[in-house]
């Protein structure tokens, strides 16, 4: 059986308290450019690991060995604080105002949104109730929906570790992302207008901003599970000065939108389906596949199996990673680019934006 020692980094508590988030999809606000210069950006050997997925996913012997350490209860709840700070200590050594990020919102008059966005009849399903990124409530939560925008902007600097600050992390990163849907829509869909964009799984609503931004004639909806996120994307969203358009956000269940088939040019999922189980992944996909116009684009973003980062992570970030986590062997496991295909969707390219994240697109033939 492999062995080995987990060391955890020196504990820096928060004046938000122990309970915390390893969180998806939060983004900087800032703009970018209408229009960007489509650069290529192919997948190299320095990027890809030698492995189909990492040795500690699936029904290997260390894979098996942190599922007992995760399974024991005491252990569980240190390694939840310690996954936090991990997202915290990256922010500080960056000089990031995390803490003071959380507490403008949560001492903000945000919750006066959340009756106006939240469907009281929406029936949550049983994997989204459960405790995950460092949360009891998971993304239910005001804390978890406060912290989001610093957690995802503080992962970028996890993928980006040598550029100058977070900021710059994070405007890499949504800049190849945005390189990639374009060079897609330009390579498959031709003078295909995108007309209208959906943001399914959009947190906060920052991946909706940068979409708002790359596409500035468009109609965006920000579409996600959570009261609490939406809540705060649409306070965000209000308290802009900039006059472009506004973007329509919606609570809802990705996997059953309610919205009308055949209504979207291009949709996005980014950071979401690591947090899923694999069925609702496959159903979240078909859904998608039914609201996207022929010539239409997906676009999926997420973390990589095949990334060497990740494949070689130290044990203690990895077994930190895992019990926030309880979908990641099911991701991992999910040949995602097959996945797309059976969903209907063609010419599924799978592209590295970083040498953790892939964005993989395809395209609707109707």
């Not at 450019?33 to 489509?38: E, I, K, Q, W």
């Not at 269940?253 to 189980?277: K, Q, R």
């Not at 992944?281 to 859904?287: D, H, P, Q, S, W």
């Amino acid at each position: 059986m492999a062995t080995f020692s987990l060391q955890f980094p020196p504990a820096k508590f928060s004046t938000l308290g122990e309970s915390g988030v390893i969180r998806r999809e939060i983004l900087s606000c800032r703009r970018i450019p209408g229009s960007l210069r489509v650069l290529p950006h192919a997948s190299t050997s320095s990027e890809v690991g030698i492995l189909e997925k990492p040795r500690w996913i699936g029904e290997t012997p260390l894979s098996r060995l942190v599922g007992a350490l995760i399974g024991f209860k005491p252990l569980f709840n240190i390694m939840k604080y310690f996954a936090r700070q991990v997202l915290i200590r990256t922010a500080e050594k960056s000089n990031f105002p995390w803490n003071e990020m959380a507490k403008e919102i949560l001492e903000s008059n945000v919750y006066e949104e959340m009756d106006k966005v939240r469907d009281s009849n929406l029936v949550y399903p049983d994997y989204y109730l459960k405790p995950f990124h460092a949360y009891s409530e998971g993304n239910l939560s005001w804390l978890a929906a406060a912290e989001a925008e610093a957690a995802t902007m503080t992962m970028a600097k996890r993928a980006f570790p040598d550029v100058s600050s977070i900021y710059e992390a994070n405007s890499i990163l949504r800049k190849k992302w945005l390189q990639t849907i374009e060079k897609h829509i330009l390579q498959y869909s031709g003078n295909t207008a995108v007309n209208d964009v959906l943001d399914i799984g959009c947190s906060v609503g920052m991946s909706t901003s940068y979409l708002a931004s790359q596409f500035p004639t468009a109609n965006v909806v920000g579409l996600d599970l959570s009261p609490y996120f939406i809540a705060v994307a649409q306070f965000k969203d209000n308290k802009k000065i900039s006059e472009s358009k506004k973007v329509t956000w919606i609570h809802a269940n990705a996997e059953s939108t309610g919205l009308p088939s055949n209504s979207f040019d291009l949709v996005s999922i980014s950071y979401m389906f690591h947090e899923c189980p694999a069925r609702a992944t496959k159903a979240v996909l078909k859904e998608a596949y039914r609201l996207i116009r022929s010539k239409g684009t997906i676009a999926v973003t997420d973390n990589s199996p095949k990334s060497k980062t990740i494949q070689n992570l130290p044990p203690s970030l990895f077994t930190l990673m895992k019990s926030t986590e309880p979908f990641l062997d099911e991701f991992y496991l999910l040949d995602l680019d097959e996945t797309m295909r059976e969903a209907g969707f063609e010419n599924v390219n799978s592209v590295f934006i970083n040498p953790r994240h892939i964005t993989v697109t395809g395209t609707v033939e109707k």
